[in-house]
């Protein structure tokens, strides 16, 4: 499964206010050097993490192989594969996904490519973030457009938010992420009764589409 704009920031939404527990001691870089451990060329608990946290949700969200790809990391980890952020930057480049104008979901780099967010929207001559390892947490901020501290945008190529459906209703990534969480927390029973009232909802067989997205946020795959 792949990933939309709203997907995304909805994750990185929900990570707001969490802190490191240590000196950049974090359950992002838990993730990467235990069950993504594949990913980085060295572990990463104790290193600067806001790159780490930009990879981490679009892991949690697509999982980490097809995420690995999205990114442009190279195809050997051992390639040079690392969390700092100019790598970041020199892969996504290397991907085309550089702009010029930022818009929600891009990747914004900062501080002279040494700190990196997302963009949660743009308004008013200022473009709004999220960004991890901000003062050791996951905070807000904002910046002028114009801002000397803005380094470069990047824009991956997010899914478009509508999924067909063989139902009579839309189905939207965001409607599989909200079944998913539901799923986790038992509200639809068992499998495979489970099965029968998701799919009962009226957006088509979509149950597949759902037990993926849970696969992906209980397991990482």
């Given at each position: ?203 088509g067989n979509i149950y597949t589409q ?12």
């Amino acid at each position: 499964m792949g990933c939309t704009v709203k997907s995304i920031l909805n994750l990185a939404v929900s990570q707001i206010g969490y802190k490191e527990s240590g000196n950049n001691v974090t359950k992002y870089s838990k993730d990467f050097d235990g069950k993504w451990w594949q990913w980085f060329n060295t572990k990463k608990q104790g290193a600067a993490w806001c790159s780490i946290f930009v990879c981490w949700l679009f892991c949690q969200e697509m999982g980490p192989s097809k995420a690995y790809t999205f990114l442009g990391m190279p195809k050997n980890k051992n390639d040079n594969c690392a969390a700092a952020v100019p790598y970041l930057y020199e892969y996504m480049n290397k991907k085309g996904y550089k702009v010029t104008s930022p818009k929600a979901g891009d990747i914004i780099f900062l501080n002279g490519n040494k700190h990196v967010g997302i963009v949660e929207k743009v308004k008013d001559n200022k473009v709004y973030t999220i960004e991890g390892n901000k003062s050791n947490a996951v905070k807000r901020s904002s910046y002028g457009l114009s801002s000397k501290s803005i380094y470069g945008y990047m824009r991956p190529k997010y899914e478009a938010e509508t999924t067909t459906s063989s139902g009579n209703k839309p189905v939207t990534m965001s409607l599989i992420d909200d079944l998913a969480h539901q799923c986790i927390q038992g509200k639809f029973g068992n499998y495979p009764d489970r099965k029968h009232r998701i799919n009962s909802l009226g957006y088509g067989n979509i149950y597949t589409q759902v037990q993926k997205r849970v696969n992906l946020m209980l397991y990482g795959r």
